[in-house]
């Protein structure tokens, strides 16, 4: 597993010197370096943001005693979004970028992992069957039951 990402995370970064390299032949090296900058700053910006609200959203859950729900999740996944697009790099904003969006996040997610664990899951009802009724298993104790422990 380390290895593979070992593997991916070295062409990532070919993918991103070519790409600087393209764009700054196209708009000049100093249009780059400040889309590049851009980028930054609202990467810092939405970070600051989305790692407030992931905190809130943690300590709601601790307080209540609660596993932290999708929102969590929605929100972590954001914060690595804005990671994402401090990270210089014309790739890594796209992917940051499409992290944001809420139809692309799913499709993302799902490249990485196995379960799509952001798709709300459709499930149908059971049917009642008797509302009076409790299924249950019963064993006799052959032992006398008017012996109490005290």
């Known amino acids: 597993m380390l290895k593979n990402i070992k593997i ?4 990532v970064l070919l993918i991103e010197i070519a790409i600087f ?31 407030a609200k992931t905190m809130q959203q943690m300590q709601e859950a601790m307080q209540s005693g609660k596993m932290p729900n ?33 139809k692309a996040r799913p499709m993302i997610i799902g490249l990485f992992t196995k379960t799509k664990f952001m798709k709300p899951k459709k499930t149908k ?9 409790i299924e249950g298993e019963y064993w006799k104790n052959d032992d006398d039951s008017s012996k109490h422990l005290e």
Do not use: C, E, R, Y
């Open 8 to 11: 991916i995370g070295f062409f």
């Open 21 to 51: 390299i393209l764009v700054g032949s196209l708009i000049g090296v100093f249009l780059t370096l400040l889309l590049v900058a851009i980028t930054m700053i609202i990467g810092f910006s939405l970070l600051k943001k989305q790692s």
């Open 70 to 102: 999708l929102d969590f999740i929605q929100h972590s996944i954001k914060s690595i979004a804005a990671i994402l697009l401090i990270i210089p790099g014309f790739l890594t904003d796209l992917i940051g970028i499409l992290l944001f969006l809420p």
């Open 125 to 133: 009802k059971a049917k009642k069957k008797n509302d009076d009724v």
